[in-house]
């Protein structure tokens, strides 16, 4: 592959902005994997001219989240008119309205192929681009992409986790690739997923038997939804061993009102998660017990679906159930200047990862599985490339 027919828009060396183009055609027509915006820079936007987007004939959007897909409005405005290749959850969890899209459909337990014509638009003789596609377990609607054109092969993963605790995953295995571009979000973590939810779960369960509420700021789909089913089953268990407190009391977890929603969406699209799931013993509306000021007597497991904080309401909460005595944990990136950097600071909230993302340990066995001629690591603040031996 020539590096010279890829462009770095975003997303390699940054954890945001994710956007890849890649030249696909003899006379200069792009594809575009993903794009994303970067919420902590005043340009927010991938770095891709209006002469690059002119000619961009598809973008594939690999999921909903704003830092791969909160751009494409943004790039409709600048003048694309090509095809948005995506799934339908996708396109309705990221409210994108727009008319030419190539919606992908899934098989079951397979990993699923789809031929796209050549662009009306275009001037070569080529045959068209040939896909393969599968479930990246990180989200509802999330992918990842096998790209071959008549000169070179390109993959990209989206974000991914072949070992999610809720979500589907089509494990990429075996596939070949001139260039692959693969999510390495925990870039300094050396333990794979399970043993991530363990080192989370041991600060939850210790908080929790010290007598203390437990407060995760997190996503209201993707990470949040994942999360909430894993410690509904923690303390399943931990009930049936006769309870996580003295008196075999176990703690209930609650979420706020945003989960319902998503909830409810995914009971309807069964083909991406793997099992249904009970995701919560109660809602607990953040902002009706801040204005209250009330609070619960018992330790219990609170998610709240503002992953930086920055809705007041949620964050005066937070602050306030920390002064007195919760635990707060952040369990993904912290945004330079919010509640959660601050709680962090200040020594009054801890920090666990889950596994949402790829670790160290999950890259290099990925690495090892496939067969990739040159490998982008992105989705963090380093920059590696990867040749094949």
């Given at each position: 592959?020539?590096?010279n027919?890829i462009?770095?828009c975003?997303?390699?060396?940054?954890?945001?902005?994710s956007?890849?183009?890649?030249e696909?055609?003899?006379?200069?027509?792009?594809?575009?994997?993903?794009?994303?915006?970067?919420?902590t820079?005043?340009?927010?936007?991938?770095?891709v001219t209006?002469?690059?987007?002119?000619?961009?004939?598809?973008?594939?959007?690999s999921h909903?989240?704003?830092?791969?897909?909160g751009a494409?409005?943004?790039l409709?405005?600048?003048g694309?008119q090509?095809?948005l290749v995506?799934t339908?959850?996708?396109r309705?969890?990221?409210?994108?309205?727009?008319k030419?899209?190539?919606?992908?459909?899934?098989a079951?337990n397979t990993?699923?192929?789809?031929?796209?014509?050549k662009?009306e638009w275009g001037?070569?003789d080529?045959?068209?681009?040939?896909?393969?596609y599968g479930?990246t377990?990180h989200?509802p609607?999330?992918l990842?992409?096998?790209?071959?054109?008549?000169r070179q092969?390109?993959?990209?993963?989206?974000?991914?986790?072949?070992r999610p605790y809720l979500?589907?995953c089509?494990?990429?295995?075996?596939?070949?690739a001139d260039?692959?571009i693969?999510d390495?979000?925990h870039?300094?973590?050396?333990?794979d997923?399970?043993?991530?939810?363990?080192v989370l779960w041991?600060?939850?369960?210790?908080?929790?038997?010290?007598?203390?509420?437990?407060?995760?700021?997190?996503?209201k789909?993707?990470?949040?939804?994942e999360?909430?089913?894993?410690?509904m089953?923690?303390l399943?268990?931990?009930?049936?061993?006769?309870?996580?407190?003295p008196g075999?009391?176990t703690p209930?977890?609650?979420?706020d009102?945003?989960?319902?929603?998503?909830?409810?969406k995914?009971?309807?699209?069964?083909?991406?998660?793997?099992e249904?799931?009970?995701?919560?013993?109660?809602?607990?509306?953040t902002?009706?017990r801040?204005?209250a000021?009330k609070?619960?007597?018992?330790?219990?497991?609170?998610?709240?679906?503002d992953?930086?904080?920055v809705?007041?309401?949620?964050?005066?909460?937070?602050?306030?159930?920390?002064a007195s005595?919760?635990q707060v944990?952040i369990?993904?990136r912290?945004r330079?200047?919010?509640?959660c950097e601050q709680?962090?600071?200040?020594g009054q909230?801890q920090?666990?990862l889950y596994p949402?993302h790829?670790?160290r340990?999950d890259f290099?066995e990925?690495?090892?599985?496939?067969?990739?001629?040159m490998?982008?690591p992105f989705?963090n603040g380093e920059?590696?490339v990867?040749m094949?031996?």
């Amino acid at each position: 592959m020539h590096m010279n027919r890829i462009k770095i828009c975003g997303g390699y060396g940054e954890h945001g902005r994710s956007c890849f183009l890649v030249e696909y055609t003899p006379d200069g027509h792009y594809y575009m994997l993903d794009c994303g915006i970067m919420d902590t820079d005043p340009q927010p936007n991938p770095h891709v001219t209006k002469e690059e987007i002119a000619k961009t004939d598809y973008v594939f959007l690999s999921h909903c989240h704003k830092d791969h897909a909160g751009a494409f409005a943004w790039l409709v405005e600048m003048g694309f008119q090509g095809i948005l290749v995506t799934t339908a959850m996708t396109r309705e969890l990221a409210e994108i309205d727009y008319k030419r899209v190539e919606l992908l459909e899934l098989a079951v337990n397979t990993i699923s192929e789809i031929t796209l014509p050549k662009a009306e638009w275009g001037q070569s003789d080529w045959s068209g681009l040939r896909i393969q596609y599968g479930r990246t377990g990180h989200c509802p609607g999330s992918l990842w992409f096998q790209i071959a054109d008549a000169r070179q092969t390109v993959f990209y993963s989206g974000d991914y986790q072949k070992r999610p605790y809720l979500y589907a995953c089509d494990e990429i295995i075996d596939m070949a690739a001139d260039l692959a571009i693969l999510d390495l979000a925990h870039v300094r973590s050396e333990l794979d997923a399970g043993a991530m939810r363990e080192v989370l779960w041991e600060q939850v369960g210790g908080a929790l038997k010290a007598g203390r509420r437990v407060i995760l700021p997190v996503p209201k789909y993707g990470r949040g939804l994942e999360m909430a089913a894993f410690f509904m089953d923690r303390l399943a268990k931990a009930e049936k061993q006769n309870g996580l407190l003295p008196g075999g009391i176990t703690p209930e977890l609650y979420v706020d009102s945003d989960f319902v929603i998503y909830e409810k969406k995914m009971q309807g699209e069964c083909w991406y998660q793997r099992e249904p799931a009970p995701m919560y013993h109660g809602i607990l509306d953040t902002e009706q017990r801040c204005a209250a000021g009330k609070r619960l007597d018992m330790p219990c497991i609170i998610l709240i679906a503002d992953t930086h904080l920055v809705k007041p309401a949620n964050a005066d909460f937070v602050l306030q159930e920390s002064a007195s005595g919760a635990q707060v944990i952040i369990t993904g990136r912290v945004r330079t200047g919010s509640v959660c950097e601050q709680l962090l600071s200040a020594g009054q909230a801890q920090n666990a990862l889950y596994p949402h993302h790829q670790s160290r340990h999950d890259f290099e066995e990925l690495v090892r599985e496939n067969a990739f001629r040159m490998v982008l690591p992105f989705h963090n603040g380093e920059k590696e490339v990867w040749m094949s031996e």
